[in-house]
């Protein structure tokens, strides 16, 4: 369901734009929200959320997903963590819904799927796993990179039950919003994937705003 904010640009208390293919990692407070924009449309924002105080507990899809049985992510889902706390709700949305299915490229799955020579390519577990070798301090190791959210990533399920990578539903300045319900860290990948349309063969940068 699409919803507009009620936040004020001008009163964000931090903002930041993630490069095309490139990553952010942050703390947001407990009754924070943060807004991740699609800058100049059609991108994908692999995202990761961690409790700020014990990074073990982490976003879950599964969760998620039973949770408030369905499958897409928009305004009013709690998105929830792997013992099943709230970590964050959606609390204004003008894409209209978010993939949680169709996980994050790799360098392995590049290979796999397009060609040996993809291999090398630039991917969002690359961008994660730099992410948290630059900033120890989060206490995020490689195995808390767990299943993740694709804001602005259209992953519809077919009806009968398959899931297809399709072009996407975003646009210019679209943007999703949360409120956080604990201290957690959000860790973005500006997806860098060109051998699919999920940045539309065309990586963009990516807008991160955060309110008090
Ligand atoms: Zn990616």
Redesign the pocket.
């Known amino acids: 369901m699409t919803i507009a904010s009620q936040q004020r640009e001008e009163n964000a208390v931090a903002r930041h734009l993630i490069d095309a293919g490139d990553h952010y990692i942050g703390p947001v407070a407990a009754g924070q929200t943060i807004r991740i924009v699609d800058v100049e449309g059609n991108e994908?924002a692999?995202t990761l959320f961690f409790n700020a105080a014990d990074p073990s507990e982490r976003y879950s899809a599964v969760d998620t997903v039973r949770e408030q049985g369905k499958v897409y992510l928009t305004t009013g889902t709690e998105l929830r963590s792997n013992l099943n706390n709230v970590m964050l709700t959606i609390s204004a949305d003008t894409c209209g819904r978010h993939d949680t299915l169709g996980g994050?490229?790799a360098s392995e799955s590049n290979t796999v799927r397009y060609d040996l020579e993809k291999r090398y390519m630039h991917?969002?577990r690359d961008n994660w796993m730099l992410a948290i070798a630059n900033h120890p301090e989060y206490g995020i190791t490689k195995r808390d990179i767990a299943h993740n959210i694709n804001f602005f990533m259209n992953v519809p399920v077919t009806a009968n039950g398959e899931l297809y990578f399709d072009d996407g539903i975003s646009g210019p300045g679209k943007y999703v919003e949360m409120v956080a319900e604990m201290d957690v860290v959000v860790l973005i990948?500006n997806?860098?994937?060109l051998n699919n349309p999920?940045s539309g063969f065309n990586p963009t940068p990516l807008g991160v705003l955060i309110w008090d």
């Open positions: 994908a692999d994050a490229c991917s969002c990948s997806c860098p994937q999920c």
